[in-house]
């Protein structure tokens, strides 16, 4: 049992490096990101997730990784390892990957069938308008779809850490970034004319999506705004999700966390800055601007018509495109159920392949029952961001928005104030490693980062919006 059991971890640091960084590059980045960013009008959005990330982002990465490797807990029974009365912020850190779960295999299940489709020489039909619509109303493709995807995620994880998931980071991160860049430079050139005679290019979307417009800016738009980008942060870089905690437990003694962590966030940020300016301005150029608010199927909407643009030449770079994407996605959810899996281990006492199993059975259900949310169960719901939307976006609001910063706001309390930032900072500078950031570090997580992490809960709550309504519009 002692072996069966033995402790995983990765073999060196790039193994640990490119498998966190897989883990944070995935549908946050490549999904999530830019519909936000083209929903909440580009400019505005881009350069608060920019400071968020290289500020906060840095500062919760470092705290979740120490955390992990000091205590070498996972996330469930972490804070309680420390403090046995901060117990349940273990409980509610385990909750937030299985709920993401529930609906991350429907997301890559959307990319399997997109890469179907241009294998088999369909990709021009993924370019038409009600392609993905229809796609949507067919509840036995969805479920087929997610399932396919899911069992990929659940092999992977099943062999564990460095045989699974250190091996598939090392083979597919450097060629997700080169495909990413040549789409990017490609798409620059793009330009279309409407059935109305109006040209639109992909320069001009680039403007909406650099440039900050802040006209009609009210003090309430501006926080559902900086909500979005701060919950984008941590849904990225897998924080506030037990993912990082996990991790953490995972990296050698002898790595040099601040460097590695200072890649990860770059590495983030980057390919996220990049994806944006691919989808954004594609956007713009073939459907206007008043289609950057549609939402979660952005990706699967602009990318087709951008490839189409390309003769047949689109149909081999869109299969490449969207296999490489499936691989990112699946480097994201790899790390989600590797967090549940390493916590039912140490929870439950079992092996890492009963976890793997039993746990893959409970999220396959439960994302059968979202799938149908699109088709058979399908109703509209209005969020507290004034946003409306289906099943899935309400687990995926109930995550981003309320329970990640809900978690992010305790564990600022947690290390700031009840086991202080020397408890984390100890940890940075183990094996004579110097933490350059650490008086910024100290700051920011006991002063700065619980603050407007707490704003913007009580922002997700919708409790700002009617402060606003009752005292400051009228």
Known sequence: MEKKNKKAGFSNRLGFILATAGSAVGLGNIWRFPYLAARDGGGLFLLIYLLVSLTFGFSFLVTELALGRRTQKHSLELFGSIKPRWNFLGKLTFIVPFLIMTYYPIIGGWVLKYCFSFLSGQGKATATNNFFSNFLNLPGELIFWM????????????????????????????????????????????????????????????????????????????????????????????????????????????????????????????????????????????????????????????????????????????????????????????????????????????????????????????????????????????????????????????CGNFLMPLVAFLTCVFVGWIVKPNFVIEEMEFNNHKFKSKNIYAFTIKYVAPIIMLILFIESTGLLNLIYSLFIKN
Not at 247 to 267: C, H, P, R, W
């Open 147 to 398: 399932l396919a995807y899911l069992f990929l995620t659940s092999i992977i994880v099943y062999f564990g850490v460095e045989k699974g998931i250190e091996k598939f980071s090392k083979i597919i991160m450097p060629g997700l970034v080169l495909i990413i860049i040549g789409i990017a430079i490609y798409s620059l050139g793009l330009k279309y004319t409407d059935i109305n005679g109006e040209t639109r290019t992909a320069t001009q979307g680039l403007k909406i999506y650099l440039l900050p417009n802040l006209n009609g800016m009210t003090l309430n738009k501006f926080l559902e705004i900086a909500l979005d980008a701060v919950c984008q942060v941590f849904y990225s870089l897998g924080l506030s999700m037990g993912i990082m905690l996990t991790y953490g437990a995972y990296a050698k003694k002898d790595t040099n966390m601040e460097s590695a962590v200072q890649q990860i966030d770059l590495f983030d940020v980057i390919i996220s800055f990049l994806v944006g300016s691919i989808i954004v301005p594609a956007v713009y150029v073939f459907l206007g601007k008043d289609a950057m608010s549609q939402g979660p199927g952005l990706l699967f909407i602009s990318l087709p018509k951008i490839f189409n643009t390309m003769g047949l030449a689109g149909q081999i770079v869109g299969a490449i495109f969207f296999i490489m994407v499936a691989f990112a996605a699946l480097t994201s959810s790899i790390s989600l159920l590797e967090a549940i899996v390493a916590s039912s281990i140490e929870l439950f006492k079992v092996s890492r392949k009963r976890s793997c199993v039993l746990n893959s059975l409970i999220i396959a259900f439960l994302s059968i029952f979202v799938c149908l949310g699109f088709n058979l169960f399908y109703f509209d719901f209005k969020l507290p961001n004034g946003q409306v939307g289906q099943l899935l976006d309400i687990v995926d609001y109930l």
